[in-house]
């Protein structure tokens, strides 16, 4: 019997390379992210289906919980009982300290805390209703953090702030559900080539004066040990563990992926 996994912020990036890569794994996926992305989260879904899985889209603001609970039922009723909550989601902005504002640093905790603890509460609800969490087959709840999480960047403050949020809240889940079969783990992923990444690379080259993509060569070279940025997929294999069988003792965890940046 197929698994059903969603996806938060998953029409590009990170998002769209895990939900193709677990659909490759067996699962069913309900892709989601805001309105202004649902062309591309059929694109996505599309390409699920195309591979001979299941797959459905439900836009939802992950900041908001009336949606987000709306997106695990729309998930449900297309695909089935839920396993695996993948809350990706998730924003950035460079921003020196002194320079935030209270609504910079409200909606960064909004979509990239409050997106997970939505998620997380809403799905670990969903997953408890359904009964069908057990030692040998638990449920599986993972989210985005960031190797920040471990060491911040400066000029990404209050991105490394949420991300260190999530961690935290990652290990308090994990505690809380292991008696419900539910794992919570997270992944953390280095400096990838992806939009955000680019805009991190703009908006830092500008604090800096450094040309669009040095920053992100420079970063390449002095920082990650294997010489390379990642791609979404380097992190999608990763979260294809997390949220396989082969991880089923895990919880708790935040595991890195960044090619050799933060040693844990």
Request: aromatic share 6%; net charge neutral.
């Amino acid at each position: 019997m197929a698994r059903v996994a969603i996806v938060t912020g998953s029409s590009r990036g990170i998002g769209r390379a895990i939900a193709l890569r677990i659909a490759h794994d067996g699962y069913d996926v309900c892709i989601n992210d805001i309105s202004a992305n649902r062309e591309n989260c059929e694109k996505t879904a599309k390409e699920i289906q195309d591979l001979g899985r299941k797959a459905c889209v439900a836009i939802a603001d992950v900041s908001v919980l009336k949606e987000v609970e709306e997106m695990i039922q729309t998930a449900v009723k297309e695909l089935g009982p839920l396993n695996t909550m993948i809350a990706n989601a998730g924003i950035a902005q460079v921003k020196p300290l002194l320079e935030l504002t209270e609504e910079d640093f409200h909606r960064m905790f909004s979509i990239n805390v409050y997106g997970v603890q939505n998620c997380f509460q809403a799905s670990a609800k969903q997953l408890i209703a359904q009964g069908n969490c057990t030692a040998k087959n638990p449920g599986k709840m993972i989210s985005a953090a960031s190797i920040v999480a471990f060491k911040p960047f400066a000029l990404l403050s209050h991105y490394s702030s949420s991300k260190w949020a999530v961690r935290g809240l990652t290990q308090a889940y994990a505690m809380e559900m292991a008696p419900h079969h539910i794992t919570c783990n997270a992944y953390a992923p280095g400096i990838v080539g992806t939009a955000m990444w680019d805009l991190i690379d703009e908006r830092l080259g500008a604090q800096t004066g450094a040309k669009v993509g040095d920053t992100i060569k420079k970063y390449t070279n002095e920082l990650i040990a294997q010489k390379r940025t990642s791609v979404p997929e380097d992190v999608a294999k990763l979260v294809s563990f997390l949220a396989g069988p082969d991880s089923d003792h895990v919880t708790g965890q935040t595991q890195v992926v960044d090619g050799g940046i933060i040693f844990t």
